[in-house]
């Protein structure tokens, strides 16, 4: 894929991978649409990424409210590439997670990604081409204690996205799905509390740092990847924990 003149458009973008990602993808062209709640954000990462014959829209919207997504579809022109990236939550263990926090995880990223999909979807479907990206995490196949509700909405995003990928095959619309150990992003300030769940297993995974996951993202996009996973030392675990996987439920109870 060249990524010149391509309309990308990023949900959370105003921060940690999402600004990455626009930053990297301005940098090779792209025509980008910057999404997440808070608009000072949006346009401070907007103001840094603005280049000559480049566009750059910011868009306002929780992305976790249907109505809010429907004004959003009214205003973007139809993306190449729909990058669904926006999420949040406290990683807690699930006796210490409040309804109205679990609702809010399953909001973003999961019902955040269905609603921008179904929203976005009819167009690239009848122009026969474009991909949805999904942004995922390494517990959308591997479990830990602590992180319970968002544990259960990362499951929920790769479920998403292996239906789009089924209900899309063949009609030139494409999903891909990319997933990231820690990834060292503003992620853990936002969301206070979370670092001590990460399990020990991760001590073996080198942390990414939000810009090469952006290039990460935008080769993988490139090449054609329908699964990109990230360091090639997550791979490795998640083929342990398949094949070996009362073991792996064991090392990955450890938690720093
Ligand atoms: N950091 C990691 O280790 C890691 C690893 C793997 C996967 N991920 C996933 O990668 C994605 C990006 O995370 P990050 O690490 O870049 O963290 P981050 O810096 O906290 O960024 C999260 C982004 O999502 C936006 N957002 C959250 N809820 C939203 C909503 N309801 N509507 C619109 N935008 C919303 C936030 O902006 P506003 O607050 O302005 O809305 C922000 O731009 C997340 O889905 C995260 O779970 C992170």
């Known amino acids: 894929m060249d990524w010149s003149g391509k309309r990308l458009l990023i949900t959370g973008a105003s921060s940690g991978i999402g600004a990455a990602t626009a930053e990297a993808a301005a940098r090779r062209g792209a025509v980008l649409a910057l999404v997440a709640r808070s608009k000072d954000k949006l346009d401070a990462v907007a103001q840094r990424i603005r280049h000559p014959g ?85 517990a959308s196949r591997l479990v830990w204690p602590g992180a319970a509700a968002y544990t259960a909405a990362r499951w929920a995003v790769r479920g998403l996205f292996e239906a789009v990928r089924a209900e899309t095959a063949g009609t030139g619309v494409t999903a891909s799905m990319a997933t990231f150990a820690k990834v060292s992003s503003e992620y853990w300030e936002n969301n206070p509390g979370s670092e001590g769940h990460v399990p020990k297993a991760q001590t073996f995974v080198p942390v990414l740092s939000p810009s090469r996951v952006a290039d990460i993202i935008l080769d993988g996009l490139a090449a054609g990847h329908e699964e990109i996973v990230a360091p090639w030392q997550l791979r490795l675990i998640f083929l342990a924990s398949r094949l070996f996987p009362a073991v792996a439920r064991r090392q990955l109870r450890r938690t720093t």
Do not use: I
């Open 54 to 138: 480049g566009g750059v829209t910011t868009h306002a919207y929780d992305v976790s409210d249907p109505e809010q997504v429907g004004r959003l579809a009214a205003e973007v022109p139809t993306p190449d590439v729909l990058f669904n990236n926006a999420g949040a939550g406290q990683w807690k263990p699930l006796v210490e997670t409040e309804p109205a926090e679990a609702a809010a995880m399953m909001g973003a990223p999961y019902l955040a990604a269905f609603y921008t999909t179904r929203a976005f979807l009819p167009a690239m479907l009848a122009q026969r081409s474009g991909v949805c990206l999904y942004m995922n995490s390494a």
